[in-house]
């Protein structure tokens, strides 16, 4: 039986509908807000497996912070009555006949990556849920990004067009620019437009800060900043050998009665 594996970034995905619900206290609607979207991506991929992958809620920054200090440090807390609803949400995933995974140490970015390329690697389908345009840097003809809100695939050609480079250059393309939501630099001085320029010229973050011929005017910017480039490009690659301590027996999907009404 060929696999098709459905990843939700579920904290991608209930963030956005709880946002836009009339009374964030209820958390009760924004459960089935969800669900209603959860059935839609479900009719239109036909998953084999699914799971909704949770970030860990504590503060705990993890090992990007350490890299850079800045990661992350001025994000709004996750709303009150959302962060102490989570159960609720989970257990309306779980009456869907859908598995919830939370991440602990690792960011649930990491987790998605790590499961989304091991079953891909395998020849499986994986279609990998969420507005978040790092995942792309995993793109391969077997593992595809979906932005729900959008109802949009960020394939190859959007990036190219979005970000003028490979799918394959965007961790080099973000530490040159940086990811601002994040907190993350880059090099002061490089934008979107020269750093695309660069990649597309010089392929890799390696190769331009080896290049001899860099044209004064972005030599000067680059002079001196090689190795906050590679922080930068580190905190922007997803990992993807995290220990996940379970097989793709355990997230089958087996849609209940209630899905299916």
């Given amino acids: 039986m060929s696999i098709h594996l459905v990843i939700i970034d579920a904290m991608n995905l209930i963030r956005r509908v709880h946002a836009a619900q009339p009374n964030p206290d209820d958390i009760a609607s924004t459960a089935q807000v969800c669900c209603r979207a959860l059935n839609k991506i479900i009719r239109s991929s036909d ?24 990661y992350k440090q001025g994000r709004k807390p996750m709303p009150e ?17 859908i598995d919830s995974l939370l991440s602990s140490g690792d960011e649930a970015d990491d987790m998605i990556a790590t499961l989304a390329v091991k079953v891909a690697s395998k020849n499986g389908q994986v279609t990998v849920v969420s507005t978040d345009k790092g995942y792309c840097q995993l793109l391969q003809p077997t593992l595809r990004i979906r932005d729900y809100f959008q109802q949009r695939w960020l394939d190859s050609p959007f990036i190219e067009k979005e970000f003028a480079v490979l799918p394959t250059q965007l961790v080099d ?27 597309q010229r010089y392929t890799t973050l390696a190769h331009i800060f080896a290049a001899d011929d860099i044209e004064p005017k972005w030599q000067k910017k680059l002079e001196g900043n ?10 922007a690659t997803l990992k993807t050998d995290i220990a996940l301590g ?14 299916e009404q």
């Fill in 47 to 70: 998953p084999t497996h699914m799971v909704a992958v949770f970030d860990h809620t504590e503060q705990d920054r993890g090992w990007r912070a350490e890299l850079i200090p800045e």
């Fill in 173 to 199: 393309y973000w530490g040159l620019v940086g990811i601002s939501s994040s907190g993350v630099s880059g090099v002061p001085g490089i934008g979107p437009k020269t750093a695309a320029t660069l990649l």
């Fill in 226 to 235: 090689q190795e906050l480039a590679q922080r930068c490009k580190q905190v």
């Fill in 81 to 97: 009555p959302l962060h102490d609803g989570l159960s609720i949400i989970q257990d309306a995933f779980w009456d869907m006949g």
């Fill in 246 to 259: 379970f097989n793709l027996q355990d997230i089958r999907y087996m849609p209940n009665a209630k899905t």
